[in-house]
């Protein structure tokens, strides 16, 4: 069975940092790409950032780029991000995706997602 | 990056048929993908590469595209489909956008 189980969220005061683990079970975690999507306090779901198996592509969202690093662990099987000089509009819950694969392809859509993990960011 | 249009709401009687659209300019070149998400629950995948099911999800979800829009259909509706779908895809530099959400009511 697909676990994604993340960590790390909590109460941070603005430009403060934080830095969210995604732990993942039951699948060869080195053969997905991986994804964080974050959902604002009753809006909807946008996407944060997403990494390859290998590290060799990662993307983020221009809301984050420059202040949020991906990052994974294979030999953990852990995925990773690391959120700087954070905001009041960044308070959200984080989740941790996998891509979809079927039949030996990679789409560029979700099949796994964790519960996720709150972040808020206040003074 | 582009945008992914979704009507706010829509209600349906139990049984009856529940379409929701979501329109986008760059769904003819990608794939669409529909998530389910009940109040303080994560995302569920039901339909991916626009018309295709996931183990698991009933029959009565079914997914279509035609053009610029793709469409989720939930046939013969049933109270525990009440819940916010969302619809993605992703554009050439490998962006990920989701839709603005639909609320589905069950009346």
Known sequence: EVQLVESGGGLVKPGGSLRLSCAASGFTFSSYSMNWVRQAPGKGLEWVSSISFSTSYIYYADSVKGRFTVSRDNAKNSLYLQMNSLRAEDTAVYYCARDHCNGGSCYAGIDYWGQGTLVTVSS | ?107
């Open chain 2, 1 to 107: 990056s582009f945008e992914l249009t979704q009507p706010p709401s829509v209600s349906v009687s139990p049984g009856q048929t529940a379409r929701i659209t979501c329109s986008g300019d760059a769904l003819p070149k990608q794939y669409a993908y529909w998530y389910q998400q009940k109040p303080g629950q994560a995302p569920v995948l039901v339909i991916y590469k626009d018309s295709e099911r996931p183990s698991g999800i009933p029959e009565r979800f079914s997914g279509s595209s035609s053009g610029t829009t793709v469409t989720l259909t939930i046939s013969g509706v049933q109270t525990e489909d009440e819940a916010d779908y969302y619809c993605q895809s992703a554009d050439s530099s490998n962006t990920y956008v989701f839709g603005t959400g639909t609320k589905v009511t069950v009346l």
